[in-house]
């Protein structure tokens, strides 16, 4: 069957004793050769598949026979085996089970069934041609094949957590053997899911590059984010702005499962939910204990949504390529700027043993453009000295400096003022004193941020680095 081209979907079944050859052939649709077993020479050179082919159990008695040279399956990926699944899953068996029930919820079991066996049948099939081109020591041609069967084993992961979830009824009890392995299954599942999206399972050197860069230039455009963001935030500003996000999010739940289920109280849920909303945010702005707890969970979860937008993205790369050769060129020109102007954003580690690498105080800055008087007086201020005069003269240096250092170390005093006291301030400093408290506002938004986010940072970065290490040695042709 050399040079044959097959149109429509075909199915080749039996045991070849003789030399087979599909040589150069090309399928357009699904070629299903499970269960051949093949005696002698089977070729399949420079044969072309378009769809996802089923080599599940097959059997080739002289591996070192099979001819695989230049077999194009490049438009084979993840949505490939998806599709897979959804055009086969419902063979004969999965109707006659489902021409037996009427349940919904026995329907969608018998489903999850058959899309489970499908999906273990088409890594079966990838497997079969890796482990011949193995055998063959051809480990470059089988890196290929192996990444398939991968997408494969994810698909069949994510089967088999909705089964355990469905076994579990969503049940809040406490964990036990099944919901340990529903755990277990989930954390693989997340993994080949990231190994997929950041390196195409080590198989994509320039992929990972690609996505270490973005992870680069996300962290840079944060920081500067919060920067400007922190001039305007103070505790009550980012009290709401966690409410009115939890309040979204909320009703956006409530609706979603009052349309999903067709009742008919969505008003009066919302309306508790606003209540309770704004009894919460009354308490929250009153609990001033928790506004390091929140500036930091801000910056943290600012961060991983902007890490979870870029994994999205490249989950649809392949469907939109011109799209993200534009948005990596803009990416790269913002890389370029980080390595010019900050550098050490680039080390890992950086921002969590020395923020101040990373953002400079800009409270010492703001003081050198205070005169005399004014950095004298909030000194006093910072150690509790209301005893202000605008008339200071022959001020040595030592001593302008040591009244720097007393601020600086004492600047929490300067933010607490109330009532006269706040008045004698503001009335001998004027705006100098809203200037510096917007600033200490800053920098401690600014240190209570930088921190946390840089763990996370590190975290990925790191995994970034090793990825880019085992994909550029996998893809060596020295090892």
């Not at 992929?207 to 001039?231: D, H, K, Q, V």
């Not at 508790?272 to 909303?277: H, R």
């Not at 080390?347 to 950095?375: C, H, M, R, W």
């Not at 763990?455 to 060596?476: D, E, H, P």
Request: aromatic share 14%; proline share 1%; charged share 25%.
């Amino acid at each position: 069957m050399d040079n044959c081209v097959f149109e429509k979907q075909c199915k080749i079944q039996g045991t070849f004793k003789d030399n087979v050859h599909f040589s150069n052939s090309h399928f357009y649709d699904y070629a299903d050769f499970h269960e051949c077993e093949f005696e002698k020479m089977a070729s399949f050179y420079g044969v072309t598949f378009e769809k996802a082919p089923n080599f599940s159990a097959c059997y080739f008695k002289e591996q070192k026979a099979v001819n695989l040279i230049n077999v194009d399956i490049d438009k084979l990926n993840f949505k490939s085996v998806e599709n897979y699944i959804k055009d086969n899953y419902k063979d004969k068996n999965y109707k006659d089970e489902i021409n037996k029930t009427q349940n919904e919820k026995s329907i969608s079991k018998i489903e999850n069934k058959y899309k489970l066996k499908c999906a273990k049948d088409c890594k079966d099939s990838f497997r079969v041609i890796k482990d011949v081109l193995t055998n063959q020591n051809n480990t470059l041609e089988a890196q290929e094949w192996h990444k398939l069967e991968l997408y494969a084993k994810e698909k069949e992961l994510l089967f088999e957590v909705e089964n355990c979830h469905s076994k579990n009824n969503m049940r809040l009890v406490a964990i036990k053997s099944q919901d340990k392995n529903s755990i277990n299954l989930t954390v693989d599942l997340l993994l080949l899911c990231i190994y997929r999206i950041t390196s195409l399972h080590h198989t994509s050197f320039t992929r990972i590059i690609n996505f270490t860069s973005w992870n680069i230039a996300i962290f840079g455009i944060l920081i500067y984010l919060m920067s400007l963001l922190s001039l305007s935030f103070n505790e009550k500003s980012i009290f709401w702005f966690w409410g009115i996000f939890i309040f979204i999010i909320t009703s956006m739940v409530i609706v979603w499962k009052v349309f999903e289920r067709k009742k008919l109280y969505a008003a009066s849920l919302i309306s508790c939910t606003f209540v309770i909303f704004l009894a919460s945010i009354y308490l929250v702005i009153n609990m001033t204990i928790l506004s390091s707890f929140w500036y930091i969970t801000f910056a943290a979860l600012a961060y991983c949504f902007f890490v979870i937008i870029l994994c999205y993205f490249y989950s649809c790369i392949e469907t939109k390529p011109k799209l993200f050769y534009w948005l990596n060129c803009i990416v790269y020109i913002i890389l370029i700027s980080i390595i010019i102007v900050k550098p050490q954003l680039i080390n890992p580690f950086i921002g969590v043993f020395s923020s101040d690498k990373i953002y400079e105080s800009q409270l010492e800055k703001k003081l050198n453009d205070f005169n005399t008087s004014a950095i004298l007086n909030l000194a006093k201020i910072s150690q509790k000295d209301f005893n202000l005069s605008m008339d200071y003269k022959d001020i040595s240096f030592t001593e302008l400096n040591s009244a720097k250092k007393a601020l600086i170390d004492n600047k929490e005093n300067i933010t607490i003022l109330q009532d006269e006291k706040l008045k004698i301030a503001k009335e001998f400093l004027g705006d100098k004193y809203e200037q510096i408290l917007q600033t200490i506002n800053q920098d401690e938004i600014m240190q209570k941020t930088i921190k946390p986010t840089s763990i996370l940072y590190s975290i990925i970065l790191l995994l970034c680095v090793f990825s880019l290490q085992k994909t550029a040695r996998k893809n060596s042709i020295v090892s």
